[in-house]
């Protein structure tokens, strides 16, 4: 989407960690999101952050908002081959009334064995 | 138990045909959505349902028409099918205002030749 960007691409070694960042532009977003998606599959909801929230941590997974540079990345301890998908990155503005997801172009994420 | 599921997973068709596409979900969402995904990954709404109401209609060609006949369910028809037409279509749901994430469908992959 133009109003969220992500980086198309990310190619780690398996056993790293991995960090997918994502910057949006609405500031009044309530709640962003990070969807994976598996080849030939649906998106899949990994995690969200609240947007008074700067960290947030699941079990591998490390969300983390800064809100005055409208970054939100997402970094994947130990990352597996199994972690190899696109991860999408995904806002809801806080334009009141009913809203709509904006989602990123998606990065694509290579794990290497 | 699928949570969100759409029928049918693949579609091929010619130009011209008319098909539908067919979505429910048994989580007690209010809200459904249609998603369009291009070769390139980028998911672009086009329609939203609330309760069986039409809140969002993106700039999407008349030739598609959605269909709610209760809130569990959101059907995708499409007219007179372009090449152009060739995508995913994903289905998703969730409660109003978004909270939680949206869950989604695994996708139709609609092939126009």
């Known amino acids: 989407g133009e109003d969220v960007e992500q980086s198309l691409f990310l190619s780690v070694r398996e056993g790293d960690s991995s960090v997918i960042n994502c910057t949006y532009t609405?500031?009044?977003?309530?709640?962003l999101y990070w969807y994976k998606q598996e080849p030939g599959a649906g998106l899949q909801l990994l995690t969200y952050i609240f947007s008074n929230m700067d960290m947030k941590q699941d079990q591998r997974l490390t969300v983390l908002l800064n809100k005055k540079d409208k970054h939100l990345s997402l970094r994947i301890a130990d990352t597996q081959t199994g972690d190899s998908a696109i991860y999408f990155c995904?806002?809801?503005?806080?334009?009141?009334?009913?809203?709509?997801?904006?989602f990123g172009i998606g990065t694509k994420l290579q794990v290497i064995p | 138990d699928t949570a969100v599921s759409q029928t049918p997973k693949y579609l091929v068709t010619q130009m011209g045909n008319d098909k539908s596409i067919k979505c429910e979900q048994n989580l007690g969402h209010d809200t459904m959505y249609w998603y369009k995904q291009d070769s390139k990954k980028f998911l672009k709404i086009m329609f939203s349902?609330?309760?069986?109401?039409?809140?969002i209609n993106e700039t999407v060609p008349n030739r598609f028409s959605p269909k709610s006949p209760d809130k569990a369910h959101l059907n995708l028809h499409i007219n007179s099918l372009e090449l152009g037409d060739s995508a995913v279509y994903f289905c998703?749901?969730?409660?109003?205002?978004?909270?939680?994430?949206?869950?989604f469908g695994s996708g139709t992959r609609l092939t126009v030749v």
């Open positions: 609405d500031s009044s977003s309530t709640y």
């Open positions: 998703a749901s969730s409660h109003r205002q978004g909270e939680g994430g949206y869950t």
């Open positions: 995904a806002e809801i503005p806080n334009s009141g009334g009913y809203q709509k997801v904006t």
């Open positions: 349902y609330n309760n069986k109401e039409l809140i």
